[in-house]
């Protein structure tokens, strides 16, 4: 769907869709606009109006996170791992140099988080093994887990200096780059953190038990519930 007033109404733009599209992922790169979901990836030139099959190269069309920053966009898959694109999606290769296999070893591991660090233009992956970086748009990846075990990366995000990860065994943050974490103490290990959304200095985690926020780079959080009755909340946007 999309809106012209702000979300006021909305107008649903599904020309070349699949009839069932389960879109979960936009990117935007210039006036290019890639929609991603589990079945496989979408491009469109002109907002919306007309969609086409963008998964040239792609070797799996389950498509579990998109990052864009101004030359390339990542995807991250299920069964194969990650894949960029220098072209906005036109065609794709595959990207998992340094990336860890799957626990079977036989394939690479999903890539369920991707986040774009403007400063410097590292982009960040999350996996089963924890954090991955890459400076050079998706060539090489390299280890960002000092301090972690095995732990599922479920959202990446980044506010005052100070990066944020959404795991399964709670949530995570670094103020080196990813050099370093820090587990957050307390109810956060028994928190799987679904998703983040950012306002200004503001971040808001989504949780099995409603939504956390803070205001002070992470230092300290608190339940902001009042009319979601303790829902579980995946992504969400602000």
């Known amino acids: 769907y999309r809106s012209a007033d702000s979300g006021k109404t909305w107008v649903a733009v599904k020309t070349g869709l699949p009839k069932y ?111 991955y970086y890459s400076s050079n748009s998706g060539a090489e990846w390299f280890p960002a887990n000092a301090g972690w075990g095995y732990t599922w990366v479920t959202c990446i995000a980044m506010v005052g200096g100070t990066m944020l990860a959404g795991t399964y065994q709670g949530l995570f943050s670094s103020t080196d780059n990813g050099d370093s974490w820090k587990q957050a103490p307390g109810k956060w290990s028994t928190r799987i953190v679904y998703g983040f959304a950012t306002l200004g200095t503001s971040v808001f985690a989504g949780t099995g038990y409603g939504v956390y926020a803070t205001t002070d780079s992470g230092k300290s959080w608190g339940l902001k519930n009042n009319g979601l009755n303790g829902a579980e909340v995946a992504p969400f946007v602000t």
């Open 21 to 131: 599209p389960d879109v979960t992922i936009l990117v935007a790169i210039d006036s290019v606009i890639i929609a991603g979901g589990y079945h496989g990836l979408f491009r469109s030139t002109n907002l919306g109006e007309q969609w086409y099959p963008a998964n040239t190269g792609l070797d799996d069309t389950n498509i579990t996170a998109l990052c864009a920053n101004e030359s390339v966009i990542v995807a991250g898959t299920y069964y194969a791992g990650a894949f960029v694109s220098t072209n906005k999606g036109a065609t794709w290769s595959a990207a998992n140099n340094g990336l860890p296999l799957d626990q079977a070893d036989r394939a690479p591991a999903a890539v369920t988080a991707l986040y774009n660090n403007t400063v410097g233009n590292w982009i960040f992956a999350g996996n089963y093994r924890g954090v």
